[in-house]
């Protein structure tokens, strides 16, 4: 099925769900089907589906089935609002939300105030930590290492066992990108690299060739991106166009719509942090990867595990809560125990976040692998 194909499904889903069945367990999607971050959106929901279907499969909850109520939040923090209000008047039970870290932290005011709760796997700003759990909104939960973990976790790796020692910083003008950014400058100082530029560029521009030029006559050894898929699918494709033969570091996609790059040798040596990859050789990961390769004819990735875990969580809540009541969901997720596809016990901290594994995935001989697992405190 194409991604086009999809996207008009996941459209048709929603314009019927006001009709479904009034008896159903509604949990609202908060993500992105247009914009920057559309086809990381559609990887989501490759795994919301996958749960969903699990879960109906198995005879669904409380004597009931689930639907999901998807709405497009175009990785826009204005239009998440407006998503989460819609999410919030057709009363669902617990929202997934919002894929963007600036939707994400948008919308959390709203969730808290309608005291219903709200789970991420994808977002990584660092203000989601901070702001979640005893840091005020207590409705706000998420399943994946912050920026901050991750760059920490980066950063000693980049120090030790690597060549890199100068580093020019690429990030998009967003929560994400100066997030991300912000988390990476004093980890990769505190382990002996220098960063010798900061570039940040407003969402959705189409053309990198002065910015490349300007950090190509730096001499770095890597390039730091925080950007999201479509910018740095331009970002890579202009690299490659103007000739640069520099490794990739931060959070710079290895995989995804980038293997075309990568298996064009674009990005030979690149080393970055993430938390998830359908290399994890467990026996959760393994049913997931072949779930995911015979329903879309792909491999998951990270946003797919990211909407597949969040739903499996909200279910298991659900299931523990012994009711669909927000606040009872709520109750339960701050007390859940629950076994991640890559063999980690999640459990939410006093700041409502969980996820304590760093991948670190590097390029070599243009294949990507795992290189390195952290598991943090």
């Known amino acids: 099925m194409s991604l086009r194909t999809y996207l008009a499904a996941i459209c048709f889903a929603t314009m019927i769900s006001a009709s479904a069945n009034a008896q159903n367990i509604v949990i609202g999607l908060s993500a992105p089907t247009t914009g920057p971050a559309a086809t990381a959106g559609v990887w989501e929901r490759w795994g919301v589906d996958l749960a969903l279907d699990e879960v109906n499969s198995a005879g669904g909850l409380l004597g009931r089935k689930l639907e999901v109520l998807s709405l497009d939040n175009h990785c826009n923090p204005a239009e998440a609002v407006n998503v989460a209000n819609k999410l919030v008047e057709a009363k669902v039970a617990a929202i997934i939300g919002a894929h963007c870290s600036s939707g994400t932290l ?21 203000a989601i930590t901070a702001q979640s759990g005893v840091g005020g909104n207590d409705y706000m939960f998420r399943i994946n290492p912050s920026d901050q973990d991750m760059m920490d976790a980066l950063g ?33 100082k505190k ?18 060739t002065s910015i490349l030029t300007r950090v190509q006559q730096e001499r770095p050894d890597a390039i730091a991106l925080f950007q999201l898929g479509g910018d740095q699918l ?16 931060g959070r710079a996609e290895l995989g995804g719509k980038n293997m075309q790059f990568i298996e064009a040798g674009g990005m030979e040596g690149s080393v970055g942090a993430w938390f998830y990859s359908a290399e994890i050789d467990t026996p959760l990961n393994k049913a997931f990867v072949a779930a995911t390769q015979k329903r879309f004819n792909s491999i998951p990735y990270l946003q797919t595990w990211h909407g597949y875990s969040c739903f499996k969580i909200l279910a298991q809540a659900i299931k523990e809560a012994g009711s669909a009541d927000p606040v009872k969901i709520h109750d339960a997720l701050k007390k859940i125990s629950y076994q991640d596809v890559m063999g980690e016990t999640m459990k939410f901290d006093d700041h409502n976040q969980a996820g304590k594994l760093v991948v670190i995935q590097g390029v070599k001989d243009k294949k990507v692998q795992v290189i390195d697992l952290v598991q943090l405190p």
């Open 106 to 126: 948008a919308s959390m005011p709203i969730i808290q105030e309608a005291k219903i709760p709200m789970i991420t796997g994808v977002s990584t700003a660092p």
């Open 156 to 188: 000693i790796y980049l120090g030790k066992k690597t060549k890199f020692k100068k580093v020019a910083v690429v990030a998009e003008d967003s929560d994400f990108g100066r997030g991300g950014a912000g988390a990476f400058a004093p980890a990769a």
């Open 191 to 208: 382990n002996g690299l220098e960063i010798l530029s900061t570039d940040f560029y407003p969402q959705n521009t189409p053309d990198f």
């Open 234 to 249: 331009n970002f890579l494709r202009n690299a490659m166009q103007v000739g640069i033969k520099i490794p990739y570091t």
